[in-house]
């Protein structure tokens, strides 16, 4: 009863979310302050990650190519489905779901221990469209993190593949154009969109409605961590399902 309970307060959350709205010059602080936070923030982890993964990927590939009969440019398709499929999307969201995601729990989390929330509630501003609306729309941007996430992690195949001597530069450019197909990147997209809710609401939602004090106020970050992953991954099966199949 107690998952029924809380699947309910998310989406009554959600709807308070777009009620009362804040002033708008205050809004427009507020986002750009959280783009910068949520997503400017984490571009450096993700060009780190997503470059050497890539890298990892295409060094897997073609250790593990002992038939003489596949072609070398496997490696290069290989790596650019793998990327563009599941790990910019699904692997950097779950990578997200720790920094950011914990970070906006925390920030929330801290809000409601020191009682600013209330005070908020007092002065007549609508505190969830106040705290939350904000990082949302700062998380519509975040197609822009995976684009370079997918970016930086062919250029890092590339680099393993080709100066790594496992395949020619002519060998792994052709296999990285052979079979593409743009809806590729579209699904890719569209699940990064539902993923970029996921870890804007979710956190919140453990940050905005958690109880007690300070020392609850990690378990809330952990504990929002845990069910974002978990929501990321089961979204993405069914997002796949009906978009794949």
């Not at 062919?154 to 393993?160: E, L, R």
């Not at 590729?184 to 453990?206: E, G, R």
Request: charged residues 10%; aromatic residues 14%.
């Amino acid at each position: 009863m107690s998952y029924v309970h809380s699947i309910g307060e998310y989406f009554l959350m959600i709807k308070g979310v777009f009620g009362r709205m804040t002033k708008r010059s205050v809004l427009k602080e507020l986002i750009f302050k959280e783009i910068d936070e949520l997503i400017i923030g984490s571009l450096g982890i993700v060009a780190f990650i997503s470059f050497f993964i890539g890298g990892v990927v295409a060094i897997q590939t073609a250790l593990n190519l002992n038939n003489p009969l596949i072609p070398k440019t496997l490696i290069a398709f290989a790596a650019r489905q793998s990327i563009i499929l599941e790990f910019a999307p699904t692997f950097i969201s779950i990578i997200m779901a720790g920094k950011v995601g914990s970070f906006i729990t925390s920030s929330i989390g801290s809000m409601r221990v020191t009682e600013q929330i209330d005070a908020l509630e007092v002065m007549g501003i609508n505190s969830l469209n106040y705290l939350i609306f904000p990082k949302i729309i700062a998380m519509l941007t975040y197609p822009f993190v995976i684009a370079i996430s997918m970016f930086l992690g062919i250029i890092g195949a590339y680099a393993a593949a080709v100066f790594g001597g496992f395949v020619g530069n002519d060998l792994f450019l052709t296999g990285l154009q052979d079979g593409f197909e743009g809806f590729h990147i579209v699904y890719a997209f569209i699940k990064t969109f539902i993923f970029a809710m996921i870890l804007a609401t979710i956190p919140a939602y453990h940050g905005y409605y958690m109880k007690g004090g300070a020392l609850e106020v990690g378990h809330a970050s952990t504990t929002a961590f845990v069910w974002t992953s978990v929501v990321l991954i089961i979204t993405n099966y069914i997002v796949t399902q009906l978009l794949l199949s």
